[in-house]
């Protein structure tokens, strides 16, 4: 008989508090973080995009062929390479997790859970934010790991973290959220998929459409490009805002994904709809609550920074803004005659922790025509605040556009020629809103840089403000224009390149800053002086100088050093010191080689200004250059680079000569007198200082931007001599087309032409005895005096006309002599070809002295000429024997890219040796 006995079933408590809950989340999403991290397509991902990281982070950032050095802000803009990798994982993995026990039927177990609705879904989303933080660490030790192969140890570690857990991160946060949505709105894995690729092609086209505004361009906030200078500066505030906004656009979607998530067998859309009143908790009520307050307040703030505080205009709005000012203004007042001004003296206060200034100074304005003037017009480029202005002798205010800036003033006495009065103005210009215009990058914590025609009032109509694409002008209905004034027009002959309202002024400025900054402008240093919490600067120049100069704030260490009796001084940010030796060399050698081969330098002093890399230029003002961080300070440059810290030093110091000394006319080809004659002057002395192996591979750059440059041409291409200020001719063109003439006629007579070309025609402008600025057709007079009549025709061929050539190496060998020397036999083909503005191209007689060479190795194992020599060629084909003493390895035609050559890689060809039978 069995005896039954009692046993007591343990009793078991459910604990389903906030804390269960917490810990449900927490466990699940490590669960289907490690799940994920170890499964194939993640893995397989993140190695590919690691593996191309390296790949661009050893070969990015790099500047006429120098990589830069590999500081935190160069290499993190290589890690943004890495974004659409993140992006197949966010939607390859919103699918994947969504569908996750649906796959492997364990759905429905796991949806009779006791848990609530939101922890599934929330467990899945902190999964990713895992993944992302552990990827995100990946590229951080990635990034560390390259700057300490490359010698580079100055991590900055909290500048990767900001980018990363903060930038990246919230970026991926919005991303997840919604392709989460879009999932559980389709209830299919790949046509949610689908979808999400087709919002982010759609996202990346949204501004061709006319979608442009923050608030409307998903997950908008930006926290822009990392500067040593400025850090991130203003735009951690705008993207600290829009974060916010999109942060309370995704909550709301989260709350609604959670409420229709499927659970269970419903998964028709409506019938989740119809069960969502019984899902929607008060905690998820709440929550909604919280998210629609966030989404309402941001983005009401949002829009007063960016529709209420400034006026907001998208591509298109702007676009017909542009053309009404042309259609209102341009007729009546394009050539409205207007005064010059003759005297500037400002004093500006800078705010930079504001990030805003105002000035109070006034002008001279003389009437140097003919006629009486009795209206003038003033015009503001920028938004500011007009809080006075004033004309001696008064004036009324005639017709005003304040969208335009545009005021004219009737003068109560009009101007007679030769009279003077005086224009007084106070302004101020805020930077409160998110927009700012280009202020966003002029006015900054540390690094401060505009010029005078960003906020001082200018006089007359302005051009820039017109519509130059061909396209944009025909759906706005205007008349195509050319990009600059003929050489034949009077009024372009009698303006400079700085533009109309100012020939040579007489200038002043006064400058407070805060006092741990240094602020500068053109002109000698008067005194400094500390008021208040404020630090001033007062500069002046002892001698008229061009209407046109800079502003420049920052906290500057200092390099000084001298050249004979000039001073010469680099700002620049702490740390960026690597290349101030060479910029120093630069400034010393270019100025010797200028004031021997042109003329003597016009002023006491020469000054650099290091900036943010908002912009990548240096810009050269009277004894005064703003260099942007991202071309000379950061460059690593080794001993087979072009020393480009020390070229754009010479050729920005070339200006003060082209530009400074003489300025052309604001005509067809005039950039050609300043941008390409600085180039000239700047290749001189780097040629005088490099090996001609790196002056064939700079020349070589400066053949392939120019080539680039004209297959992208819009309009039109011209000859030199009629540039119309593309740069890819007056820069790139304009340095092969005299670094070619110097080749042929000699260095020494093109500087004896240049030289008399600045005494004719330096400083006096309109008042000069001819009553115009020089154009193109000037300097080329003095050009071909300097040319043998036997060479005549490059004047032609460089500034005349397009002319393109096509040399190839069919066949290379070489032989070695009994007497130890060597013979090479090359096989040339050359032809030569004459294009119109369209890009046609016709043959034309070849009648050419031509660069044939020859490279051996030196001690190093370097390539080195040792044979350079020309030949004359007058037929396609051609057999050349060379001998030379050294043994050959390579040899070709124009070998250092002195002609423009439509394809030069085949100049050059690797010899084979022939053996004597």
């Not at 005086?422 to 900054?444: C, E, H, N, R, Y």
């Not at 061909?470 to 400079?496: A, F, Y």
């Not at 900036?611 to 004894?623: D, G, L, T, V």
């Not at 000379?632 to 070229?647: A, C, S, T």
């Amino acid at each position: 008989k069995i005896k039954a006995e009692l046993v007591k079933i343990p009793s078991v408590t459910q604990h389903l508090n906030g804390w269960t809950v917490i810990q449900q989340t927490l466990r699940n999403a490590w669960f289907y973080a490690k799940m994920s991290i170890r499964e194939v397509p993640c893995l397989t991902i993140v190695i590919a995009g690691v593996c191309l990281l390296i790949s661009s982070l050893i070969e990015s950032n790099e500047t006429f062929g120098v990589k830069s050095i590999p500081n935190t802000g160069n290499v993190l803009g290589s890690l943004g390479n890495f974004t659409p990798f993140l992006y197949a994982i966010a939607l390859t993995y919103a699918g994947e997790l969504i569908w996750k026990e649906r796959v492997v039927k364990f759905n429905l177990i796991n949806d009779a859970m006791p848990v609530p609705d939101f922890v599934g879904i929330l467990s899945k989303f902190i999964a990713m934010i895992i993944i992302y933080c552990g990827i995100f660490a990946v590229l951080i030790l990635v990034g560390i790991t390259v700057q300490a192969i490359q010698g580079y140890f100055d991590f900055q570690l909290p500048i990767y973290f900001e980018h990363f857990y903060f930038g990246q991160l919230v970026s991926m946060v919005f991303y997840t959220i919604l392709f989460f949505f879009i999932q559980i709105m389709v209830n299919d894995k790949f046509v949610g998929i689908a979808i999400s690729i087709l919002f982010l092609i759609l996202q990346g086209v949204m501004s061709y459409l006319g979608v442009e505004h923050s608030m409307l361009s998903f997950a908008s906030g930006d926290l822009g490009n990392f500067s040593d200078m400025n850090l991130y500066g203003h735009f951690v505030k705008t993207f600290s805002w829009l974060s916010i906004y999109w942060l309370g656009f995704t909550m709301i979607i989260f709350a609604v994904a959670t409420t229709l998530s499927v659970r269970g067998t419903e998964e028709l859309l409506k019938t989740r709809w119809l069960m969502s009143r019984h899902r929607f908790t008060k905690q998820i009520a709440t929550f909604s609550i919280l998210a629609l307050m966030i989404f309402i307040f941001s983005g009401a703030y949002v829009y007063y920074n960016t529709n209420i505080l400034e006026k907001y205009q998208n591509s298109k709005d702007g676009q017909k803004d542009q053309a009404l000012y042309e259609k209102t203004l341009k007729a009546k007042y394009e050539f409205m005659n207007q005064p010059k001004i003759v005297e500037s003296d400002i004093k500006v206060e800078l705010y930079p922790t504001k990030r805003s200034m105002s000035a109070d100074g006034f002008y001279y304005l003389k009437n140097k025509s003919a006629q009486t003037i009795k209206e003038v017009y003033i015009m503001f480029n920028r938004p500011v605040n007009v809080k006075e202005l004033a004309f001696s002798g008064g004036a009324k205010i005639k017709q005003q556009w304040k969208d335009w800036g545009v005021t004219i003033y009737t003068l109560n006495k009009p101007m007679l020629p030769q009279d003077s009065i005086k224009l007084s103005f106070k302004i101020s210009v805020d930077s409160k809103s998110f927009l700012s215009g280009m202020a966003g990058t002029s006015l900054v914590y540390n690094g401060t840089f505009f010029n005078n025609s960003a906020y001082f009032p200018s006089i007359g109509y302005e051009e820039g403000g017109e519509l130059s694409s061909e396209d944009d002008r025909k759906k706005q209905g205007l008349k195509p224009k050319e990009r600059m004034m003929e050489q034949s027009d009077k009024r372009g002959l009698s303006q400079n390149l700085f533009g109309d309202d100012g020939d040579w002024i007489r200038f002043q400025m006064t400058i407070g800053t805060e006092p741990d900054q240094t602020a500068i402008a053109p002109g000698y240093l008067q005194k400094t002086y500390l008021k208040g919490n404020r630090k001033y600067f007062s500069y002046k120049m002892d001698r008229p100088m061009v209407n046109f100069y800079a502003v420049v704030s920052a906290r500057y260490e200092v390099m000084r050093d001298k050249w004979k009796d000039v001073n010469l001084e680099i700002y620049y940010n702490k740390g960026h010191d690597k290349n101030l030796g060479r910029m120093m060399d630069g400034l010393k050698k270019s100025l010797e080689y200028y004031s021997k081969s042109f003329s003597p330098f016009q002023f006491r002093q020469m000054r650099i200004m290091e900036f943010p890399k908002y912009a990548s230029f240096a810009q050269s003002f009277a004894n005064t250059v703003p260099f942007s961080e991202g071309i000379g300070f950061v460059l690593d440059v080794k001993e087979k680079d072009p020393n480009i810290p020390f070229y754009v030093t010479a050729h920005e110091t070339a200006h003060q000569w082209w530009g400074h000394q003489v300025t052309e006319a604001n005509v067809k080809g005039g950039s050609m007198l300043s941008e390409s004659m600085s180039e000239y002057s700047a290749l001189m002395v780097m040629k005088h200082n490099s090996k001609p192996e790196v002056m064939q591979k700079f020349m070589k750059i400066n053949l392939d931007q120019y080539l680039a440059g004209r297959s992208l041409e819009t309009k039109k291409e011209m000859p030199l001599s009629q540039v119309e200020g593309q740069q890819y001719i007056h820069y790139n063109k304009g340095s092969l087309c005299m670094y070619a003439l110097q080749d042929y006629i000699g260095e020494d007579r093109i500087n004896s032409a240049l030289s008399q070309y600045i005494k004719d025609w330096q400083y006096p402008g309109p008042d000069h005895s001819k009553g115009r600025y020089p154009t193109s057709t000037d300097l080329i007079g003095y050009l071909k005096t300097a040319t043998p009549d036997s060479l005549k025709y490059l004047i032609k061929d460089l500034f005349e006309t397009i002319t393109l050539y096509e040399n190839k190496v069919e066949k290379a060998e070489y032989i070695q002599n009994k007497d130890k020397t060597f013979e090479v036999t090359l096989t040339l083909n050359s032809e030569k070809f004459r294009a119109d503005s369209s890009g046609n191209q016709v043959p034309i007689k070849l009648n050419e002295w031509i660069d044939v060479g020859v490279y051996g190795k030196d001690a190093k194992g370097e390539d080195k000429l040792i044979y350079l020599k020309k030949h004359h060629f007058t037929k396609k084909d051609n057999v050349l024997k060379i001998k030379v003493k050294e043994e050959p390895i390579k040899a070709g035609i124009d070998p250092i890219n002195i002609l423009i050559d439509r394809h030069s890689s085949d100049n050059v060809k690797i010899l084979s040796k022939k053996e004597v039978v």
